[in-house]
């Protein structure tokens, strides 16, 4: 039944519609009809030709996408925007028009040029090459070089051992003494050899304490160049600006990472296992005694173990304070 109404509505919009819509629209039809017609069983192939008349009939009549029943409007729009893409490529060929090619002989030099000098690059080749009255821009030099490997970076760890001697490490850890004061040690360590440069003691870590050890420990002009600390509230203002004025530059550590400070933190750790662990501190003199005589015995100076070793190198420590 509703095929029937279908055909009865088409049948009277056919007598309003104008005869060009109605023939184009039965050209489609009747064109898909002997596609189907000649097709043997399988599936089904559309040559070049069936996709010219199709997209021609969209070109003029974009309205025959509705009759299309064997591939869909989709592709009919892509057919014909690819066939678009063709004939301006077309149009747009080569006709021995736009900028000459450089000569072979000039590539050739170009090439023989960058060889025979390593350390040239294409502005310098440029250069030559003009004064040779070959006219050619920069760019197209540097398009016809040769290829040529790059220099090896070095690895991570040459490249901190290169730069040992320019860092220093500065931490501070806690000693209870017997009527339970707190005692505050200050070490500062260099990278290179992995000694102490300077430690002293306090009960109250001011700023401009720290400050003072910052220029007892580098007199004159051997302040290193970078200062590697954590975020302890101590090293505050006050610090930051005398060590900016001593033209060091601050490292600072990432929150709750000694890992990222290990040789210091290993000096002190040492220090607690080897000796503060093994007393009981009664006043500051006794613990600056003991932690110079700590410092400079042999137990402190012995190399750690392998497996430090293997992680964090060795360490020297000298006496300071």
């Given at each position: ?268 750790g040492s220090i607690r296992r080897e000796c503060l662990d093994h007393i009981i501190i009664f006043n500051e003199r006794q613990l600056r005694r003991v932690l110079s005589d700590a410092v400079g015995t042999p137990i402190a100076r012995r190399p750690p173990h392998r497996s430090q070793r293997a992680r964090f190198g060795h360490w020297a420590p000298t006496s300071?304070?």
């Amino acid at each position: 039944m509703i095929t029937i109404v279908s055909a009865v509505v088409s049948a009277l919009c056919f007598r309003f519609r104008r005869r060009a819509s109605l023939e184009l629209e039965l050209v489609a039809l009747r064109h898909q009809l002997a596609v189907l017609r000649r097709q043997r069983p399988g599936r089904l192939r559309i040559f070049a030709t069936d996709r010219l008349l199709w997209m021609w009939l969209y070109r003029i009549w974009p309205r025959a996408l509705n009759a299309m029943v064997l591939v869909k409007p989709a592709t009919v729009i892509q057919w014909h925007r690819k066939g678009f893409r063709l004939y301006w490529r077309w149009r747009s060929r080569s006709r021995s028009v736009g900028r000459p090619k450089v000569s072979s002989e000039t590539r050739d030099l170009i090439r023989q040029m960058s060889m025979a000098n390593p350390l040239w690059g294409a502005p310098r080749i440029h250069g030559e090459l003009l004064k040779l009255g070959i006219e050619v821009s920069q760019a197209t030099v540097g398009r016809y070089l040769p290829w040529r490997p790059k220099v090896p970076s070095p690895t991570w760890r040459t490249f901190l051992q290169n730069h040992m001697t320019d860092i220093v490490a500065v931490d501070m850890f806690v000693v209870a003494t017997a009527t339970f004061r707190l005692f505050y040690a200050l070490i500062l360590l260099g990278h290179d050899r992995r000694r102490i440069i300077h430690f002293n003691v306090t009960q109250n870590p001011t700023q401009a304490w720290l400050s003072r050890q910052m220029t007892e420990a580098f007199p004159w002009d051997t302040a290193p160049r970078y200062l590697l600390r954590d975020r302890d509230a101590a090293f505050g203002q006050g610090f930051r600006d005398r060590v900016h004025a001593m033209g060091v530059k601050e490292v600072v550590t990432a929150p709750r990472c000694p890992w990222q400070n290990p040789y210091v933190e290993r000096i002190i750790g040492s220090i607690r296992r080897e000796c503060l662990d093994h007393i009981i501190i009664f006043n500051e003199r006794q613990l600056r005694r003991v932690l110079s005589d700590a410092v400079g015995t042999p137990i402190a100076r012995r190399p750690p173990h392998r497996s430090q070793r293997a992680r964090f190198g060795h360490w020297a420590p000298t006496s300071g304070g």
